[in-house]
């Protein structure tokens, strides 16, 4: 892929509600569009924690790739509780 090309991962998100003995909980699963593969999240915590794994993998090779939070000012990690 030359460097013009624009990297993408495509998958299709699944959000839904679950009642919980915390109360009303989102869980989510994500279906890659190449494959098929699907994987599922307890919370969108750990959602939000397997997209920043894989798209930090594919920006190794690429160091002026921006930081987490760089375009939205308000985003913290703190602001991402585990499930």
């Known amino acids: 892929m030359s460097e013009e090309q624009r990297r993408y991962i495509s ?3 699944r959000l839904w509600q679950v009642q919980s003995q915390e109360g009303l909980v989102w869980r989510a699963s994500l279906e890659q569009a190449s494959t098929g593969e699907r994987q599922g999240f307890a919370c969108l915590a750990d959602l939000c924690a397997f997209l920043e794994q894989v798209t930090a993998s594919a920006n190794e090779d ?3 790739s921006p930081e987490c939070g760089s ?3 308000s985003y913290t990690q703190a602001s991402h ?3």
Do not use: T, W
């Open 71 to 73: 375009r939205n000012p």
């Open 11 to 13: 998958y299709l998100l």
């Open 62 to 64: 690429r160091p002026d």
């Open 81 to 83: 509780r585990r499930c």
